[in-house]
């Protein structure tokens, strides 16, 4: 018998699947990554809409140490990629805020100013909150025995004053929580960490000079990329994953498949008696979020917005669900990519709210009610920010947003849902040999952690253990 042609075949060129794929290269294993759509970058890639370059999804690089920072998660992911820190262009926050009504704490990427910010805010949870970092210190929550736990019963157990676990869960079920009304306890710990004790950063020009720098090196270690080339289905015989058909109708044949397209996604194209016996739909993901663009014609901190990512929520406790609405104009957040520390400004202003919204009630408007209720929640959502941040539409020289159904049209994600499903695969084990996870599903998110999902697993399963070191 003929050896198939590809060692892996990946679905999906997001943070992932490049990484997998530049991972896998390294060692000589021919790589093809399949990408449906005509740009990659998945959850976090780039569009171009009146003469101007606009990033998609990423507000932040999270987990973000300054050179020289030994054993954290992005030193292992440049070791394991052979990139140097300077590669990433990295430009670190100056500070964000979590604003409630009556409070405000305000975080860099020095831990400290949170740790005296809670103290002197919230006195009597000083050693509650001690007690919750030295929990954080202790957790292996990367090969937790408990997935179920959540985060807010933890809390509880330790910080005294409700609003103090309100406002730190705001900020981590934002960027990370596939849960509603809360956050694996094991995922908060590896967002605590990468938020707060770590930190934020952005690629000096926006997510396209990192894709730019992932592609670049995947091709010189010999990969393969094919665009607008989806996968109609996965191969497999006798239990095992055998390679993939492409939307086309050609077979490709594979050792193996790495797939960051979604655990329903992934058993979709495995068939439907697959689909049925392992994907429940009770854990399908319902959480999304509708979010505007706006171009300013001065600096966001020239209007009286210096900080760079305020996460909000303007009542005493914050419901993280699914809106019955269109969108919840109760919470949110507000980025500025101008307000990060860099040498080389901006050439416009940019302010960015994100807000949480309903897939379903998107999804049943017609196509002209669709674009009206655009604005009108974009101008819903400014009312409630503004205490927040700032109004930008007196200053706005260009505005764009997208919907939960723009998610699902360009990522494929079913319902738009940017976290996945609600139950994550921390091995990427699925119920086909040779055929593994990558990705959101598989459990860890962000740029970094998307990157370090697909060197994870590529390790575990497609490479020989003294490679995988």
Request: proline letters at 5%.
């Amino acid at each position: 018998m003929s050896s198939p042609p590809y060692d892996t075949i990946i679905i999906g060129a997001g943070m992932s699947g490049l990484a997998a794929g530049i991972r896998l290269a390294q060692f000589d294993q021919k790589v093809l990554i399949l990408e449906k759509h005509y740009l990659w970058g998945g959850l976090n890639s780039f569009y171009k809409q009146a003469g101007r370059r606009f990033d998609v999804g990423l507000h932040a690089l999270t987990n973000y140490v300054p050179k020289g920072t030994r054993g954290t998660p992005l030193i292992k992911l440049l070791r394991q990629l052979r990139l140097r820190h300077d590669d990433l262009r990295l430009c670190p926050q100056g500070h964000s805020l979590i604003r409630f009504p009556d409070c405000q704490l305000r975080f860099s990427n020095d831990f400290e100013e949170l740790r005296q910010e809670v103290g002197e805010r919230f006195p009597d949870s000083r050693d509650g909150f001690a007690r919750l970092i030295q929990l954080v210190a202790d957790f292996d929550a990367f090969d937790p025995k408990d997935t179920t736990t959540g985060a807010r019963s933890v809390l509880s157990e330790h910080i005294t004053d409700p609003l103090l676990v309100e406002m730190l869960l705001l900020p981590l079920c934002y960027y990370g929580s596939a849960r509603e009304g809360d956050v694996d306890w094991y995922q908060f710990v590896i967002l605590f960490r990468s938020i707060f004790q770590e930190g934020f950063a952005r690629p000096e020009g926006g997510i396209k000079p990192l894709l730019d720098l992932l592609i670049s090196r995947y091709r010189e270690l010999g990969g393969e990329l094919r665009m607008k080339s989806g996968v109609r289905s996965i191969l497999h015989e006798d239990g095992r994953c055998q390679g993939v058909t492409l939307d086309d109708g050609a077979e490709l044949m594979a050792d193996r498949v790495l797939s960051s397209a979604g655990w329903a996604e992934t058993m979709r194209m495995a068939g439907q008696q697959l689909y049925e016996q392992n994907v429940d739909e009770d854990e399908l993901g319902r959480l999304s979020f509708v979010e505007s663009i706006f171009v300013l014609d001065s600096e966001p901190k020239d209007l009286g917005f210096s900080s760079t990512i305020t996460f909000f929520n303007d009542a005493p406790t914050f419901e993280y669900c699914s809106p019955q609405g269109l969108i919840d104009d109760r919470s949110g957040v507000i980025a500025s990519p101008n307000n990060y520390l860099s040498d080389t400004p901006l050439p416009e202003g940019i302010y960015r709210l994100t807000n949480l919204a309903n897939y379903d009630a998107w999804r049943s408007l017609g196509a002209q009610d669709y674009i009206s209720a655009k604005q009108g929640c974009v101008n819903q959502a400014i009312e409630v920010s503004k205490k927040y941040g700032i109004d930008p539409r007196p200053h706005q020289v260009h505005q764009d947003a997208f919907t939960p159904c723009t998610v699902e049209r360009f990522t494929s994600k079913p319902r738009g849902s940017v976290y996945g499903a609600t139950r994550k695969r921390l091995d990427g084990n699925t119920p086909l040999e040779a055929l593994h996870l990558i990705g959101t599903d598989q459990g860890l998110l962000g740029v970094t952690g998307s990157m370090l999902s697909g060197i994870s697993i590529a390790n575990r399963h497609a490479l020989v253990p003294h490679q995988a070191k």
